[in-house]
């Protein structure tokens, strides 16, 4: 069985930064095409950034230029750098990792980690 685990969610000010982590066990990251989502309260879940396997990456308009997506192999772990935050990131963010991706679409068998709350305040 593959688990994801992330880390990393925290309460900040708006204009700060965090990054996250996402560590699966059962596989490597290399496997996947991989990607972070999120759901604010109230609204639908959204892919905001994904990676394949040659490592292209994708972003929502809504992330663009302020977030990135990295893997690092040697440690297997995936990374959601966030930067200049906004009260609207506010979300519980997770991590997940399928047999396919499509821009930030993922499909195919898929995995998803339990998330992490992110808090931006103004």
């Known amino acids: 069985a593959v688990t994801l685990v992330e880390s990393g969610g925290n309460s900040v000010q708006a204009g700060g930064s965090l990054r996250l982590s996402c560590v699966p066990s059962?596989?490597?990251?290399?496997?996947?095409?991989m990607g972070w989502f999120r759901q604010a309260p109230g609204k639908e879940r959204e892919g905001i950034a994904a990676i394949d396997p040659d490592g292209t990456t994708s972003y929502a308009s809504s992330v663009k230029g302020r977030f990135t997506i990295s893997k690092d192999h040697d440690k297997n772990t995936l990374y959601l750098q966030m930067n200049s935050l906004k009260p609207e990131d506010t979300a519980v963010y997770y991590c997940?990792?399928?047999?396919?991706?499509?821009?930030?679409?993922?499909?195919?068998?898929?995995?998803w980690g339990q998330g992490t709350q992110v808090t931006v305040s103004s």
């Open positions: 059962g596989g490597r990251i290399g496997s996947w095409g």
């Open positions: 997940a990792a399928a047999t396919g991706c499509s821009g930030t679409i993922i499909f195919g068998t898929q995995y």
